[in-house]
């Protein structure tokens, strides 16, 4: 990852720094109530919301996060790997 940026400093283009992909955002319109900046996170959580319909599976734009909704309750998943290990213990049908 990219090294820390200084406080208050202006987003970078192209970087995955959280606070660069939120200030790109904050500039960008919604789209069917989502940024462009997080499509890429949008869809994965679309494509395994697909996998789980017994599942809520989305992405959180202000806290940058994955979350499953199940009956045993929310989860929060900070990353695609955190996300896969949560999934893989939720049984594959309720």
Do not use: K
């Amino acid at each position: 990852m990219d090294p820390p940026h200084a406080p208050g400093a202006p987003p970078c283009p192209s970087c995955a720094h959280p606070s660069c992909r939120r200030g790109r955002a904050a500039r960008l319109s919604l789209f069917g109530g989502h940024r462009a900046e997080f499509a890429r996170e949008h869809l994965r959580a679309a494509s395994l919301q697909a996998r789980n319909p017994h599942l809520l599976i989305w992405f959180g734009e202000s806290t940058l996060s994955y979350w499953i909704a199940g009956p045993t309750g929310l989860a929060e998943a900070s990353g695609p790997d955190s996300l896969t290990r949560i999934l893989e213990h939720v049984p594959a049908s309720l």
